[in-house]
């Protein structure tokens, strides 16, 4: 008789990352991500996710994860590049 498969135990904590220094739970669940979502970005993750196969669902799902957890220094970041390549690049 073979082996029984052998599984990880089982967490239900969420992953945390550090915001400002400040340790914060990710959401990591398609209900936990859509209610940490502003409520005008829940439609397009909708959309997103209802159209991700089986092979897009992780990165889909990791994409919103982080559009989830706010991080303004990490916003300004990238505020300050789209304003340094918008001005690069000159008038339209």
């Known amino acids: 008789m073979p082996d029984a498969p052998r599984t990880s135990p089982r967490t239900d904590d969420p992953p945390r990352t550090l915001v400002g220094g400040i340790e914060v ?8 991500i859509r209610a940490a979502l502003a409520p005008e970005r829940r439609t397009e993750f909708d959309k997103d996710i209802n159209a991700a196969g089986v092979h897009e669902i992780h990165a889909v799902m990791r994409h919103w994860m982080l559009e989830a957890v706010p991080d303004p220094e990490a916003d300004a970041i990238l505020a300050r590049l789209a304003h340094d390549e918008a001005e690069r690049r000159g008038p339209a």
């Open 25 to 32: 739970d990710v959401p990591n669940s398609i209900p936990a």
